[in-house]
């Protein structure tokens, strides 16, 4: 346990010191409280098809949305606190838990379509596997000569 002259982490106390007032929560307003709200990513390319692994920890399936248009896919995760609960729950010291929206794109191509991609959520992972489709080719240009 650190004496309570320390804070949370060494930029809460770098960031807060008075010679730097410009820089005062420069941490959260960049990455948010500890870098917690990123869809940490793992991308894995086999022959035939990609998997992508997204860290969505705390979220429901109700709570994620995916979405195709012009070649890249969204995923959406929003999540909200029930404030009626934590009123009844008691008087809440220090609440750390997220509430607000995330949101992730990945160019996937134009040749993917809703029904070749497969999502399944489980233990706060989202798990999505993605085909290789080859993006249809334009006609070979051909030169015309101008008289």
């Not at 650190?2 to 960031?15: C, H, M, N, R």
């Not at 086999?46 to 195709?68: A, C, N, Q, T, V």
């Amino acid at each position: 346990m650190l004496p309570s002259i320390f804070g949370e982490t060494l930029f809460d106390d770098w960031f807060g010191f008075p010679a730097f007032p410009e820089m005062h929560d420069v941490d959260r307003k960049l990455y948010g409280k500890h870098a917690a709200r990123e869809m940490k990513t793992d991308v894995r390319e086999h022959d035939d098809r990609y998997e992508l692994d997204i860290d969505l920890p705390g979220f429901s399936k109700d709570e994620l949305s995916l979405h195709l248009q012009d070649g890249y896919l969204t995923v959406n995760a929003a999540k909200g606190l029930d404030e009626e609960k934590k009123d009844k729950q008691g008087k809440v010291i220090r609440c750390e838990r997220y509430s607000g929206a995330l949101q992730r794109s990945f160019y996937v191509g134009e040749a993917i379509e809703e029904t070749d991609v497969k999502a399944k959520y489980e233990n706060g992972v989202l798990k999505l596997e993605i085909p290789k489709k080859e993006n249809k080719k334009l006609p070979e240009r051909k030169h015309i000569a101008i008289e």
